[in-house]
């Protein structure tokens, strides 16, 4: 069994900067592309950025592109999710999750990921 929980949301002002962290259990962790997703209220869940097993290969969202940064420690078994310039839009419970094809590369569909973490709130003030 995979278990993963997220860490590090807050409240920030606009502009300003947070780190998530996703601890996973298990051994197979570096074997697993992984990915972050956010739901907003009232909104769906929604893809935010993805990183290959080996973390060679990543993956965007077009709004997050350029102000957010994947990374992984193997040696770890987390995930990060480096936040910069933060906007009231991003406000939302951030997710962790694990692509559950193993050593896939980084994807943006939501069905291909089968374990999923509790999720960190992060809200951003304007």
């Known amino acids: 069994q995979v278990q993963l929980v997220e860490s590090g949301g807050g409240l920030v002002q606009a502009g300003g900067s947070l780190r998530l962290s996703c601890a996973a259990s298990?051994?197979?962790?570096?074997?697993?592309?992984m990915g972050w997703f956010r739901q907003a209220p009232g909104k769906e869940r929604e893809f935010v950025a993805a990183?290959?097993?080996?973390?060679?290969?990543?993956l965007y969202a077009d709004s997050v592109k350029g102000r957010f940064t994947i990374s992984r420690d193997n040696a770890k078994n987390a995930l990060y999710l480096q936040m910069n310039s933060l906007k009231p839009e991003d406000t939302a419970l951030y997710y962790c999750?694990?692509?559950?094809?193993?050593?896939?590369?980084?994807?943006?569909?939501?069905?291909?990921?089968?374990?999923w973490g509790q999720g960190t709130r992060v809200t951003v003030s304007s």
């Open positions: 999750a694990r692509r559950e094809r193993f050593r896939g590369d980084a994807t943006m569909v939501q069905h291909e990921y089968d374990y």
């Open positions: 298990g051994r197979t962790f570096s074997s697993y592309a």
């Open positions: 990183i290959s097993w080996t973390g060679d290969s990543t």
